[in-house]
Antibody, heavy 127, light 107 residues
Framework: EVLLLESGGGLVQPGGSLRLSCAAS????????MTWVRQAPGKGMEWVSI????????FYADSVKGRFTISRDNSKNTLFLQANSLRVDDSAVYYC????????????????????WGRGTSVTVSS | DIQMTQSPSTLSASVGDRVTITCRAS??????LAWFQHKPGKAPKLLIF???NLESGVPSRFSGSGSGTEFTLTISNLQPDDFATYFC?????????FGGGTKVEIK
């Protein structure tokens, strides 16, 4: 069974940091790009960051650029999101999702649909 | 950025009804659109990709159509398990965004 299990969420003060993790199982993790998507209370889904299969290419939404860093450890089938300088409006459920980008080579890329989601981990930024 | 406008935001229906949800893109996205089902506390589930392709294992009462800027998700013969929130996602080349979601409630 394909599974994505997020962890690392919690309550943090504005300006603080969190490291989210996503443990993947049931598929060839290193063969799939991976994405973090978030949903703030009462809002729609928002993609946060996407990473290529090798980890060489990463993409960020403007709202998190310069504050968040996506990475992956293909030897441990794990995806990470380092979230720094957190703001109140970063409060959301963060989902780990399989897919999101195809990188044919060089600087070329195109976004793609995502096919498997985790249940999410909740992040609350509040003083 | 391409904006996705989904309607209605809430829909009340009965078991056995035919339900249609619409996503409109602010510019043409060809058929680069997916639909998902999301229940509270659960992982969202892919239903349709490339506007009309049914994901493996998804019941055939779900169907998708459209191209360009207007897309629809249709659920024929609504079942009790189908009461959930549905949202669309566009993935047009260097652009990626989601619709706001449609909650399908029991009438």
């Amino acid at each position: 069974e394909v599974l994505l299990l997020e962890s690392g969420g919690g309550l943090v003060q504005p300006g603080g940091s969190l490291r989210l993790s996503c443990a993947a199982s049931g598929f060839a993790f290193s063969s799939h790009s991976m994405t973090w998507v978030r949903q703030a209370p009462g809002k729609g889904m928002e993609w946060v960051s996407i990473i290529s299969t090798s980890g060489d290419s990463a993409f960020y939404a403007d709202s998190v650029k310069g504050r968040f860093t996506i990475s992956r450890d293909n030897s441990k089938n794990t995806l990470f999101l380092q979230a720094n300088s957190l703001r109140v409006d970063d409060s959301a459920v963060y989902y780990c999702v399989r897919g999101g980008v195809v990188v044919p080579g060089g600087n070329d890329y195109y976004f793609y649909f995502m096919d498997v989601w985790g249940r999410g981990t909740s992040v609350t930024v509040s003083s | 950025d391409i904006q996705m406008t989904q309607s209605p935001s809430t829909l009340s229906a009965s078991v056995g009804d035919r339900v249609t949800i619409t996503c409109r893109a602010s510019q043409s996205i060809s058929t680069w659109l997916a639909w998902f089902q999301h229940k509270p506390g659960k992982a969202p589930k892919l239903l349709i990709f490339d506007a009309s392709n049914l994901e493996s294992g998804v019941p055939s009462r779900f169907s998708g159509s459209g191209s360009g800027t207007e897309f629809t998700l249709t659920i024929s013969n609504l079942q009790p398990d189908d009461f959930a929130t549905y949202f669309c996602q566009q993935y047009n080349f260097h652009s990626l965004s989601f619709g706001g979601g449609t909650k399908v409630e029991i009438k």
